[in-house]
């Protein structure tokens, strides 16, 4: 069977998925969730799982997504200008169970009452309309800057209330780990930061920064330092 790998159809995912390309990886675009679903049925699949579903699947060296804190495209937006307390209602999108958690573990440290209210849209104009504020994943948190008021960015949120550095998603499998993505490295272009001020609309200086901020490389002491915190916290 060829070497296939399930990665994120983002942005921010480019580089990964030229890396895994020139390892000669097959790379087939899905969402991490549904990934998830995909591996967890196939001893013959990798892919890039959240964190918070990876269960009986093992995680492997290999792509992660993370940040050291600010992580630009994982935002709690509004139409209007509002603090965190002022959110009653985040609507939130299944795309990423792990920053759901996040905010849940944040909202708890926080003493916070908003309301997460799940919602089967991963729009912004969808999600605000069952809300005050809404979780943004993305490339669609990346178009909302131009758009509407960053209540939160979630990656500075974590870092700041559980003192860790947010991971999101990293490579797992049912079966064996593949030793090739033990040699994956990212992959960065100077036309990466072009193609997403494209895509995305917002401007190249922040496209640049984006790039810079979302890290895609193992990191095995933050994987393991925010496992333990998903593990130990209640929600």
């Known amino acids: 069977m060829a070497n296939i790998y399930l990665a994120p159809p983002h942005s921010y995912a480019a580089p990964m998925r030229r890396g895994l390309e020139r390892l000669g990886f097959k790379v087939v675009t899905t969402t991490p969730p549904e990934a998830a679903s995909l591996v967890s049925r196939s001893r013959g699949l990798t892919g890039l799982i959240p964190i918070a579903l990876l269960d009986n699947l093992r995680h492997c060296p290999g792509p ?7 992580t630009m495209s994982v935002v709690i937006v509004s139409k209007e200008p509002l603090s965190l307390r002022d959110c009653r209602v985040i609507a939130v999108s299944g795309e990423s169970r792990t920053s759901i958690i996040y905010l849940k573990l944040v909202s708890t440290r926080l003493g916070l009452g908003a ?16 809300g005050e504020c ?18 939160e960015d979630l990656g500075a949120l974590v870092k700041r209330v559980l003192g860790i550095n947010p991971v999101y998603a990293v490579t797992a499998t049912r079966g064996r780990c593949n ?26 200086e ?15 002491e933050a994987l393991e330092k925010a496992l333990w915190i998903l593990k130990n916290s209640t929600v």
């Open 134 to 151: 809404a979780l943004l994943l993305g490339d669609e948190a990346l178009r909302a800057r131009t758009r509407y008021y960053i209540v």
């Open 179 to 204: 030793k090739l993505l033990e040699e994956y490295k990212p992959v960065p272009s100077d036309t990466d930061p072009i193609e997403t001020s494209k895509r995305t609309g917002i401007p190249l």
């Open 64 to 70: 992660m997504v993370y940040s050291l804190g600010e």
């Open 115 to 130: 309301r997460i209210l799940q919602h089967p849209s991963t729009s912004t104009k969808d999600l605000l309309g069952s």
């Open 206 to 220: 922040d496209a640049v920064k984006y790039h810079n901020t979302i890290k895609l490389d193992y990191n095995k």
